[in-house]
């Protein structure tokens, strides 16, 4: 057992960088979208470039856009990972043991390598389409339905899904297991149908799991700027990648202007994880009291 | 309506669980399978829970051909998501009763059990006790006619464990339950129930009344499990048994004559101090203590050292005595 001295030392490497790097970065951010700027002598606080940012047509637009996708991926995932982790529960043989060491493997591997993968495998120059032209299942590969670059994001959904569902299976997986058959049994017993033992049952013990995923999983998705950037429609940018964009434009009199936005952004995301925790103690589930 | 078991068994793997257990259990009765951790006592009631099959065999009743257990589990198991009365209710949930008449037949078992006041908690706001409570009006809200307990009263201290124990005899009666309960504790087992079936490695040994299973165990594993007795060593000479503390004739409850026998001499009942037609040994009083109404005394013959309950102050340390046997002495 850990004293509470130990423990202080050894989370204060953490804990110190965290406070100099990321705190001091946090505060010279809202310091700046306040209008505190004296490098271009601006040194009156105000909220003119945050009223600014939220009259912004192009900004309220593209701020929609990404919480429409972020959303839809993050859902996605934790369907398509939930509906996973209950099939590799059930299959309780090797199948089931190799089922899940896959599912853990997108987990550690990066995003760059699945981009690439994706440019690789579906661009109209990729293999995908080449083959099929190969195989004459298609004239062309320009008849290749456009998968990357594409206005409707599929190329930066299906990247977020090949991460974002093992991640999903996996912590979904470590309460399933914890909850093994005992309370199923239970429902069984007292006269539950097995649809009755998911819904009423297994579904609120891992909803706060399945919940924390998603909040996981959207955030990322609100803020991540290297798969738009890279797989993503120039025309409909999503909002990391309009507010990075503006901030290398390097116009330095911009500055409070893109870190009110900068700070929107993470206000935004941080709301939304708010909301889902608030959302997910009021649902069944919500109280699970140290489940035994 | 009585319940049969027709030589259920139960193999898992290769490990043989359940070996054709045939069991009546009459209607309104409280009837316990007592035995060792591992025995397949989980097993035999899942069994009648419906949550398990058995590999063969079957459990029927006179007027069911497939009669269901409502089960009230070791760890109670309460839903942890659902607040009291939501956990009490939820058998009728899952029937589709009204809301309204599910309300209605909660407050009255909550009534029953003494938890009315704990319809809005959470099981982790609950002591173990009323845990149990709650687990039980989950059960008997459903009416049943067989209600299941797995080692019931294993989780409570001494002092909630004999409130239980009575409180279930209560609501036996009242609701005329047939109760199959499994536990380990044989005084649990005697205290509730009539009939005792001793179930080890799968296999029912004995099925008897309480006070016959310790004056008579079946067989060396029923005596050894009931415990509170010394087992001896012997040989046989003849028909006698020599042993390193007593040699003459003896008695057995195994169909056949042991082959090795092992002298038994439980700590209650077996011996005095008063001469009898069967004279034991002479051993010195090394200690006793008190155990209630009688005294644990350590005895010593020769090398051999056994323990016998006794009344309060009838020997000294450090005196000798001659015991004898109440009846004739039991070799398995």
Same mark, same amino acid.
């Given at each position: 057992?850990?004293? #509470? #001295? #130990?423990?202080?030392?050894?989370?204060?490497?953490?804990?110190?960088?965290?406070?100099?790097?990321?705190?001091?970065?946090?505060?010279?951010?809202?310091?700046?979208?306040?209008?505190?700027?004296? =490098?271009?002598?601006? #040194?009156?606080?105000?909220?003119?470039?945050?009223?600014?940012?939220?009259?912004?047509?192009?900004?309220?637009?593209?701020?929609? !856009?990404?919480?429409?996708?972020?959303?839809?991926?993050?859902?996605?995932?934790?369907?398509?990972?939930?509906?996973?982790?209950?099939?590799?529960? %059930?299959?309780?043989?090797?199948?089931?043991?190799?089922?899940?060491?896959?599912?853990?493997?997108?987990?550690?591997?990066?995003?760059?390598?699945?981009?690439?993968? =994706?440019?690789?495998?579906?661009?109209?120059?990729?293999?995908?389409?080449?083959?099929?032209?190969?195989?004459?299942?298609?004239?062309?590969?320009?008849?290749?339905?456009?998968?990357?670059?594409?206005?409707?994001?599929?190329?930066?959904?299906?990247?977020?899904?090949?991460?974002?569902?093992?991640?999903?299976?996996?912590? =979904?997986?470590?309460?399933? !297991?914890?909850?093994?058959?005992?309370?199923?049994?239970?429902?069984?017993?007292?006269?539950?149908?097995?649809?009755?033992?998911?819904?009423?049952?297994?579904?609120?013990?891992?909803?706060?799991?399945?919940?924390?995923?998603?909040?996981?999983?959207?955030?990322?998705?609100?803020?991540?700027?290297?798969?738009?950037?890279?797989?993503?429609?120039?025309? !409909?940018?999503?909002?990391?990648?309009?507010?990075?964009?503006?901030?290398?434009?390097?116009?330095?009199?911009?500055?409070?202007?893109?870190?009110?936005?900068?700070?929107?952004?993470?206000?935004?995301?941080?709301?939304?994880?708010?909301?889902?925790?608030?959302?997910? %103690? !009021?649902?069944?589930?919500?109280?699970?009291?140290?489940?035994? | 309506?009585?319940?049969?078991?027709?030589?259920?068994?139960?193999?898992?793997?290769?490990?043989? /669980?359940?070996?054709?257990?045939?069991?009546?259990?009459?209607?309104?009765?409280?009837?316990?399978?007592?035995?060792?951790?591992?025995?397949?006592?989980?097993?035999?009631?899942?069994?009648?829970?419906?949550?398990?099959?058995?590999?063969?065999?079957?459990?029927?009743?006179?007027?069911?051909?497939?009669?269901?257990?409502?089960?009230?589990?070791?760890?109670?198991?309460?839903?942890?998501?659902?607040?009291?009365?939501?956990?009490?209710?939820?058998?009728?949930?899952?029937?589709?009763?009204?809301?309204?008449?599910?309300?209605?037949?909660?407050?009255?078992?909550?009534?029953?059990?003494?938890?009315?006041?704990?319809?809005?908690?959470?099981?982790?706001?609950?002591?173990?006790?009323?845990?149990?409570?709650?687990?039980?009006?989950?059960?008997?809200?459903?009416?049943?006619?067989?209600?299941?307990?797995?080692?019931?009263?294993?989780?409570?201290?001494?002092?909630?464990?004999?409130?239980?124990?009575?409180?279930?005899?209560?609501?036996?009666?009242?609701?005329?339950?047939?109760?199959?309960? *499994?536990?380990?504790?044989?005084?649990?087992?005697?205290?509730?129930?009539?009939?005792?079936?001793?179930?080890?490695?799968?296999?029912?040994?004995?099925?008897?009344?309480?006070?016959?299973?310790?004056?008579?165990?079946?067989?060396?594993?029923?005596?050894?499990?009931?415990?509170?007795?010394?087992? /001896?060593?012997?040989?046989?000479?003849?028909?006698?048994?020599?042993?390193?503390?007593?040699?003459?004739?003896?008695?057995?409850?195994?169909?056949?004559?042991?082959?090795?026998?092992?002298?038994?001499?439980?700590?209650?009942?077996?011996?005095?101090?008063?001469?009898?037609? @069967?004279?034991?040994?002479?051993?010195?009083?090394?200690?006793?203590?008190?155990?209630?109404?009688?005294?644990?005394?350590?005895?010593?013959?020769?090398?051999?050292?056994?323990?016998?309950?006794?009344?309060?102050?009838? *020997?000294?340390?450090?005196?000798?005595?001659?015991?004898?046997?109440?009846?004739?002495?039991?070799? @398995?």
């Amino acid at each position: 057992m850990l004293t #509470k #001295k #130990k423990l202080i030392l050894l989370l204060s490497p953490f804990t110190i960088f965290f406070c100099f790097v990321f705190v001091s970065a946090f505060i010279k951010s809202i310091v700046t979208s306040l209008g505190y700027y004296p =490098l271009m002598g601006l #040194k009156t606080l105000t909220f003119k470039y945050y009223m600014t940012a939220l009259q912004d047509k192009t900004f309220l637009t593209t701020s929609l !856009r990404t919480f429409c996708f972020a959303l839809l991926s993050a859902g996605l995932a934790c369907l398509g990972g939930l509906a996973l982790a209950l099939v590799l529960q %059930r299959s309780t043989g090797p199948v089931g043991r190799f089922g899940f060491k896959l599912a853990q493997l997108p987990v550690m591997l990066p995003h760059i390598f699945v981009i690439l993968a =994706l440019l690789q495998l579906l661009s109209q120059t990729g293999l995908v389409p080449s083959l099929l032209v190969h195989l004459g299942w298609l004239k062309g590969p320009q008849h290749f339905p456009l998968l990357v670059n594409d206005p409707l994001q599929i190329g930066i959904i299906l990247t977020y899904l090949w991460k974002e569902i093992p991640f999903v299976i996996v912590s =979904l997986m470590l309460v399933l !297991r914890s909850l093994d058959r005992r309370y199923s049994a239970v429902g069984q017993n007292l006269g539950a149908s097995k649809l009755q033992i998911f819904w009423h049952i297994s579904l609120p013990m891992i909803q706060p799991a399945l919940l924390n995923a998603f909040i996981i999983n959207f955030s990322f998705n609100f803020g991540a700027y290297e798969v738009p950037y890279l797989l993503g429609n120039p025309r !409909r940018e999503l909002l990391p990648v309009y507010i990075y964009d503006f901030y290398v434009q390097g116009d330095l009199t911009q500055m409070p202007l893109i870190m009110s936005l900068n700070i929107l952004l993470s206000l935004f995301a941080v709301l939304c994880a708010g909301a889902v925790l608030y959302l997910s %103690r !009021r649902l069944p589930g919500g109280h699970l009291g140290g489940l035994k | 309506m009585a319940y049969y078991l027709e030589k259920i068994s139960q193999t898992k793997g290769h490990q043989e /669980i359940l070996k054709q257990i045939d069991l009546k259990i009459e209607e309104n009765e409280v009837f316990a399978i007592l035995g060792p951790s591992g025995g397949g006592k989980t097993t035999l009631l899942n069994i009648l829970a419906q949550i398990d099959q058995p590999t063969s065999g079957r459990f029927y009743g006179d007027n069911d051909a497939q009669p269901k257990g409502i089960l009230v589990f070791q760890d109670y198991r309460l839903f942890p998501h659902m607040t009291v009365v939501q956990n009490i209710t939820f058998g009728l949930k899952m029937r589709h009763i009204p809301k309204k008449a599910r309300l209605a037949r909660a407050a009255e078992i909550m009534k029953t059990m003494g938890i009315s006041d704990l319809a809005k908690r959470y099981p982790d706001e609950l002591s173990g006790g009323q845990q149990q409570r709650v687990a039980l009006a989950r059960a008997l809200i459903l009416k049943p006619k067989l209600v299941l307990m797995d080692e019931p009263f294993s989780s409570l201290d001494e002092g909630l464990r004999l409130e239980m124990l009575n409180f279930v005899k209560q609501l036996q009666q009242q609701f005329q339950l047939t109760i199959i309960f *499994v536990t380990h504790y044989k005084n649990e087992a005697y205290l509730l129930s009539n009939q005792v079936a001793i179930l080890i490695d799968g296999t029912v040994m004995q099925l008897d009344e309480p006070a016959h299973l310790e004056q008579a165990p079946a067989n060396l594993a029923v005596a050894e499990f009931l415990g509170q007795a010394n087992f /001896i060593p012997g040989t046989w000479i003849d028909k006698t048994i020599k042993t390193a503390i007593y040699q003459g004739p003896v008695t057995w409850h195994t169909a056949k004559k042991p082959v090795t026998p092992t002298l038994y001499i439980p700590f209650a009942q077996f011996l005095q101090l008063t001469v009898s037609d @069967y004279p034991a040994f002479k051993a010195q009083v090394l200690d006793h203590r008190w155990i209630g109404n009688l005294e644990r005394v350590t005895l010593q013959v020769g090398t051999t050292v056994l323990s016998v309950n006794l009344p309060p102050n009838a *020997v000294t340390t450090g005196e000798s005595y001659d015991f004898y046997f109440k009846q004739l002495p039991v070799v @398995y």
